[in-house]
């Protein structure tokens, strides 16, 4: 039951989109949890701001998974989503900031879990 949700400065094609998506669906494996119930959002064009400047690049991406997350897998994960957003968008790791919230009760069709 995992949601990543992304705000980014840049403008995002649909192509990059789908390019970042399949990757985040890739790397969501790292936290123990599959592409099957992965869902992804993206905000483009967003003004985020660091240290009082605005970031020309930067990205602020929101982890949430249903139950605990393990440190040592969410640090990995940490360097898989800012070489995604590197390689796909050109943001360096350094305006880019991850964070993770484990969920205790997710609902899903009508029922939690």
Known sequence: MPFIDSKVTVSLSAEK??????????????LG????????GFEDD????MGGNKL???AFVSVRVFGK???SQSNEMTAKICQIFADEL??????????YQGIAD????????
């Open 17 to 30: 989109e789908e390019n970042i998506k399949q990757k985040l669906g890739h790397a969501i494996g790292t």
């Open 33 to 40: 949890k599959t592409e099957s119930f992965l869902m992804v």
């Open 90 to 99: 050109d943001i360096p790791g350094q305006n880019v900031y991850v964070t």
């Open 69 to 71: 997350i393990n440190s």
């Open 46 to 49: 967003y003004s985020l701001y």
């Open 56 to 58: 020309e690049k930067g």
């Open 106 to 113: 997710w609902g899903w069709n009508g029922n939690n879990f």
